[in-house]
């Protein structure tokens, strides 16, 4: 089945440092990642949709330059926090699509948990 | 505007009863897609089932059945004699056609206590 995997797992900076995580899609190529935020008891926001070679599209009120996402690669995304401030901590997770139709489900990488000291 | 509402927060049981979990949606989407997914401890979130709006056929896999009812637009997901290992929080989501966006309800958390 389709895997994704998320790097680091979690992860603890100091704040005004920035942090990047990783997303791969393991044994499928992925043209299109979605980048999501999850605070204590939530559901899950979605923050900006990972085209590869092209530009992220952002959500409403997401901020672009504070939350950089590249995709550089049909299996690699990653989504850089800058200057990260205590209210950024919070579970990112990415996903990717398992198939070319519209319909296929999504599947997650493990979540990188994120706190800002 | 999508819309999921997943009314029930919590919900706790005693293992091997039965429990269903609600999800209603709205969509002004004539084709749409809804998924139901288990988000574990461990916080990886993991597929269950996905259902196509112009299927409604329920569906059943093993403890696990969907209902979609495209009158009432709800998608109830419901375990049959619950086990421990189903304590989980569950997310209905639904889809859209055109930018394929995911539309996430707020979760339920379910604890099935031994």
């Known amino acids: 089945g389709a895997v994704v995997s998320q790097h680091p797992s979690r992860v603890i900076c100091k704040s005004g440092t920035s942090v990047k995580i990783e997303c791969r899609s393991l044994d499928f190529q992925a043209t299109t990642m979605f980048w999501y935020r999850q605070f204590p008891k939530q559901s899950l926001m979605l923050m900006a949709t990972?085209?590869?070679?092209?530009?992220?599209?952002?959500e409403q009120g997401v901020e672009k330059d504070k939350f950089l996402i590249n995709h550089a690669s049909l299996t690699l995304s990653t989504l850089t926090v800058t200057s990260a401030h205590p209210e950024d901590s919070s579970f990112y997770i990415c996903?990717?699509?398992?198939?070319?139709?519209?319909?296929?489900?999504?599947?997650f990488g493990n979540g990188t948990r994120l706190t800002v000291t | 505007a999508q819309k999921v509402t997943q009314a029930q927060t919590e919900i706790s049981v005693v293992e091997k009863e039965d429990v269903t979990l609600d999800c209603v949606y709205e969509t002004r989407d004539t084709t749409y897609y809804l998924f139901w997914y288990k988000q574990p401890p461990s916080g990886e979130l993991v597929f269950l089932i996905r259902?196509?709006?112009?299927?409604?056929q329920n569906e059943i896999s093993g403890r696990y059945s969907w209902n979609f009812q495209k009158s009432t637009s709800s998608f109830n997901f419901t375990i049959t004699a619950s086990q421990v290992v189903d304590s989980a929080v569950y997310f209905c989501?639904?889809?859209?056609?055109?930018?394929?966006?995911?539309?996430f309800g707020d979760g339920t958390t379910l604890t099935v206590k031994p």
């Open positions: 259902r196509n709006s112009f299927d409604e």
């Open positions: 996903s990717a699509r398992g198939g070319t139709g519209n319909n296929s489900p999504l599947h």
């Open positions: 990972s085209n590869e070679g092209s530009k992220a599209t952002y």
């Open positions: 989501a639904l889809r859209d056609t055109n930018a394929g966006k995911s539309t």
